[in-house]
T-cell receptor, first 115, second 110 residues
């Protein structure tokens, strides 16, 4: 069964550094998402992406965050200048289109640790 | 902004007991999805409810969507150790955005 893949599985970065988290969504999917989950807490929506542009973003997704789909397969999340509070698990998800809303398929996540 | 409230935050049960988690929205939802996240894992889609008053079953799991499409529940009958994890509801609002509940963590007492 096709999967969403995320790399790396764990990223350790110094505060203030830039990080790029990578995702390869399922190939025929059209909608892409980034979520974060601080350890033991709820899943928080960051951003959704459709037709090569951001369709929705949350308050968390400020100017320090950006997303790209550079080559038609990868979907990346960039954090420009990381803060300690950015430490969390970051999940990428994708889904197909269609008349009825379709379930989102999640990757295994990237654990981001900011030192 | 719109919220989906999910309760309880935790539920401890003996193996074999039942488990229920509830989600409530302040506004009408177009549909609601349920996900399960095992410890250390990622959310996995369980089911989607679309119709008012809809009830769906998956083996020991029963999902309900309220008549007003503002609340939903997940009930597990006779829990097993494999049921351990956090169960999230996620409701789609009028802006087509998916609003996630905070999750209910199911803990099986030894």
């Amino acid at each position: 069964e096709p999967e969403v893949t995320q790399t790396p599985s764990h990223q350790v970065t110094q505060m203030g550094q830039e990080v790029i988290l990578r995702c390869v969504p399922i190939s025929n999917h059209l909608y892409f998402y980034w979520y974060r989950q601080i350890l033991g807490q709820k899943v928080e929506f960051l951003v959704s992406f459709y037709n090569n542009e951001i369709s929705e973003k949350s308050e968390i997704f400020d100017d320090q965050f950006s997303v790209e789909r550079p080559d038609g397969s990868n979907f990346t999340l960039k954090i420009r200048s990381t803060k300690l509070e950015d430490s969390a698990m970051y999940f990428c998800a994708s889904r197909t289109g269609g008349m009825l809303p379709q379930p989102q398929h999640f990757g295994d996540g990237t654990r981001l640790s900011i030192l | 902004g719109q919220q989906v409230m999910q309760i309880p935050q935790y539920q401890h049960v003996q193996e074999g007991e039942d488990f229920t988690t509830y989600c409530n929205s302040s506004t009408t939802l177009s549909n609601i999805q349920w996900y399960k996240q095992r410890p250390g894992g990622h959310p996995v889609f369980l089911i989607q409810l679309v119709k008012s008053g809809e009830v769906k079953k998956q083996k020991r799991l029963t999902f309900q969507f309220g008549e007003a499409k503002k609340n939903s529940s997940l009930h597990i009958t006779a829990t097993q150790t494999t049921d351990v994890g956090t169960y999230f509801c996620a409701g789609r609002d009028s802006n087509y955005q998916l609003i996630w509940g905070a999750g209910t963590k199911l803990i099986i007492k030894p």
